[in-house]
Nanobody, 122 residues
Framework: HVQLVESGGGSVQTGGSLRLSCITS????????LGWFRQAPGKEREGVAT???????FYADSVKGRFTISRDSAKQTLYLQMDNLRPEDNATYYC?????????????????YGQGTQVTVS
C-alpha cells in the first residue's frame, strides 16, 4: 500500500522560495516514477516535475529553470525546490507515484496521490 505525505507548503511573496517534501512508503517496485502535480482553483490537475528510478527527470515548461525535483532514497523522501515563485504557481501541490513509468513519458494521471499541500504566492 503506497502512502505519500506532503509537507512544506505555505505563503510567500513573488520571487520567493519554498521546498516541498514528500515522505513515501510502500513503494517496492522498480521502474516507477515519483513526481509532483498541482491543481489551481477551477483548473485541472497538471504535472509539474517527475523523476524515475533511472534518475531521468521531466519538467513542465512553465517551471523549467525555477523548480528542481530530487529524491533521497535513504530517507524515502521526494523534494521539490521552488525558486522565483510567481502568482501563477498558486495551487495545491500533490506528490504522486506511478508504476512501470519512465520520466520521458511526460505527464498523465498517476496511480497514487498524497493529500496535497497548499502553496500561495502573492
Amino acid at each position: 500500500h503506497v502512502q505519500l505525505v506532503e509537507s512544506g507548503g505555505g505563503s510567500v511573496q513573488t520571487g520567493g522560495s519554498l521546498r516541498l517534501s514528500c515522505i513515501t512508503s510502500g513503494i517496492h517496485e522498480r521502474h516507477t516514477c515519483l513526481g509532483w502535480f498541482r491543481q489551481a482553483p477551477g483548473k485541472e490537475r497538471e504535472g509539474v516535475a517527475t523523476l524515475d528510478t533511472n534518475g531521468a527527470i521531466f519538467y513542465a515548461d512553465s517551471v523549467k529553470g525555477r523548480f528542481t525535483i530530487s529524491r533521497d532514497s535513504a530517507k524515502q523522501t521526494l523534494y521539490l525546490q521552488m525558486d522565483n515563485l510567481r502568482p501563477e504557481d498558486n495551487a495545491t501541490y500533490y506528490c504522486a507515484h506511478e508504476y512501470l513509468c519512465t520520466a520521458v513519458q511526460g505527464f498523465y494521471p498517476y496511480s497514487d496521490y498524497g493529500q496535497g499541500t497548499q502553496v500561495t504566492v502573492s
